[in-house]
């Protein structure tokens, strides 16, 4: 079993910036993409960012050149930055982790952006 542990969220203005972490921890083998989605009130779960085993990035387009994606394959940790924050990034964001086994999923964290 693989558990993943988020952090970083929080209460931010416009125009600020965050960092989500997502540490993935017990019977993990050679994890394969990691990444990011994000929920808003009342709509889907949406792809944000995701990062391969090799370090190949992809962004929804609503957060390229806001949001960098990047991975610690020693702590087996995925990392969010997220800069220039607008109101419309309000989520709840839910990381992932791959590996041969399947797909494993954050507990989710809160970012709220406030004008």
């Known amino acids: 079993q693989v558990q993943l542990v988020e952090s970083g969220g929080g209460l931010v203005q416009a125009g600020g910036s965050l960092r989500l972490s997502c540490a993935a921890s017990g019977s993990i083998f050679s994890l394969n993409a990691m990444g990011w989605y994000r929920q808003a009130p009342g709509k889907q779960r949406d792809l944000v960012a995701t990062?391969?085993?090799?370090?190949?990035?992809n962004y929804a387009a609503s957060v390229t050149g806001r949001f960098t994606i990047s991975r610690d394959n020693v702590k087996n940790t995925v990392y969010l930055q997220m800069s220039s924050l607008k109101l419309a990034d309000t989520a709840v964001y839910y990381c992932?982790?791959?590996?041969?086994?399947?797909?494993?999923w954050g507990q989710g964290t809160q970012v709220t952006v406030s004008s």
């Open positions: 990062i391969s085993s090799g370090g190949s990035k």
């Open positions: 992932y982790v791959s590996d041969i086994s399947g797909r494993y």
